[in-house]
């Protein structure tokens, strides 16, 4: 089975940082784009930000400057570096990405289930 999963999501004072990383597992032959979401209670599951197989990224104006997307694709594992936490920032953080996998040989939609990330002000 082809999956993702989250790790190191916790809860932060304000000014804090926090490292997520994303894992996908099974039988992959390659990963294209890949990209962190978040949702809070009450509200849309937002893109954050991105990235391409080559390594190029984008991010959302509310996180420009604080956070930092990677990939490493011999691990196929992505990260994001979370500096300055705020209390706004508190959110399931999921993890999203396109995938080739097999055999058989088939293309994926996948998410993970996501970490939970509490900023405490």
């Known amino acids: 089975q082809v999956q993702l999963m989250e790790s190191g999501g916790g809860l932060v004072q304000a000014g804090g940082s926090l490292r997520l990383s994303c894992a996908a597992s099974?039988?992959?032959?390659?990963?294209?784009?890949m990209d962190w979401y978040r949702q809070s209670p009450g509200k849309q599951r937002d893109l954050v930000a991105s990235?391409?197989?080559?390594?190029?990224?984008n991010y959302a104006d509310s996180v420009k400057g604080r956070f930092t997307i990677s990939r490493d694709n011999a691990k196929n594992t992505m990260y994001i570096q979370i500096n300055s936490l705020k209390p706004e920032d508190t959110a399931v953080y999921y993890c999203?990405?396109?995938?080739?996998?097999?055999?058989?040989?088939?293309?994926?939609?996948?998410w993970g289930h996501g970490t939970q990330v509490t900023v405490s002000s």
């Open positions: 999203h990405a396109y995938v080739l996998a097999g055999p058989p040989y088939r293309y994926l939609e996948l």
């Open positions: 099974g039988s992959i032959i390659s990963i294209d784009n």
């Open positions: 990235i391409t197989k080559g390594g190029d990224t």
